[in-house]
T-cell receptor, first 119, second 113 residues
């Protein structure tokens, strides 16, 4: 399957600082990237959908000014957690798809995830 | 509003036996259903999918059954192996080309040697 690389795999930051997480599609063009958040023993909750070259669409309840998403190219999307607080500590996962291709296989390709701990 | 539900948080089976993971959904407009396997601190990996127009899809040890009238699907793993121990997520894709996946809460499968 296609490869999606997410970096860093884990990060610890101080409260009040910002953290950037990168998601790269290595062998295909990702027209659309999705950012998920997973709390311990809970489901993956979709935070936002980003399409290359346009503004991200945020799910209800997700603060767009706190979770800045940039999808400047077909291979890179970034999620920046601004002014991080301990309650932002979570596992963040990106997913990439090329929606210009006919959907013959509906699998989405996921990054390895980033464990964010805010202290 | 949980559109995709996995009501069993955990399941334990003996190696070699069948594992059956269940998933229920509420939105009849979902086009595809997928199962993902996830290890701790890793991203999900795709296992198998099924279109809403089918009732069964099989891939090796994994078979997914879809009962549209009951809005229920299940993943069967047979024979189960210790390496299958992981969290399994059921996910659904809605109509339209958004690619947005809606996940269930996950079921932790433990396969005992």
């Amino acid at each position: 399957g296609a490869v999606v690389s997410q970096h860093p795999s884990w990060v610890i930051c101080k409260s009040g600082t910002s953290v950037k997480i990168e998601c790269r599609s290595l062998d295909f063009q990702a027209t659309t990237m999705f950012w998920y958040r997973q709390f311990p023993k809970q489901s993956l909750m979709l935070m936002a959908t980003s399409n290359e070259g346009s503004k991200a669409t945020y799910e209800q309840g997700v603060e767009k000014d706190k979770f800045l998403i940039n999808h400047a190219s077909l291979t890179l999307s970034t999620l920046t957690v601004t002014s991080a607080h301990p309650e932002d500590s979570s596992f963040y996962i990106c997913s990439a798809r090329n929606l210009r291709q006919k959907i013959t296989n509906t699998e989405a390709f996921f990054g390895q995830g980033t464990r964010l701990t805010v202290v | 509003d949980q559109q995709v539900k996995q009501n069993s948080p955990s399941l334990s089976v003996q190696e070699g036996r069948i594992s059956i993971l269940n998933c229920d959904y509420t939105n009849s407009m979902f086009d595809y259903f997928l199962w993902y396997k996830k290890y701790p601190a890793e991203g999900p990996t795709f296992l198998i999918s099924i279109s809403s127009i089918k009732d069964k899809n099989e891939d090796g040890r994994f078979t997914v059954f879809l009962n549209k009238s009951a809005k229920h699907l299940s993943l069967h793993i047979v024979p189960s192996q210790p390496g299958d121990s992981a969290v399994y997520f059921c996910a659904a894709i809605g109509s339209g080309n958004t690619g947005k996946l809606i996940f269930g809460q996950g079921t932790t499968l433990q396969v005992k040697p």
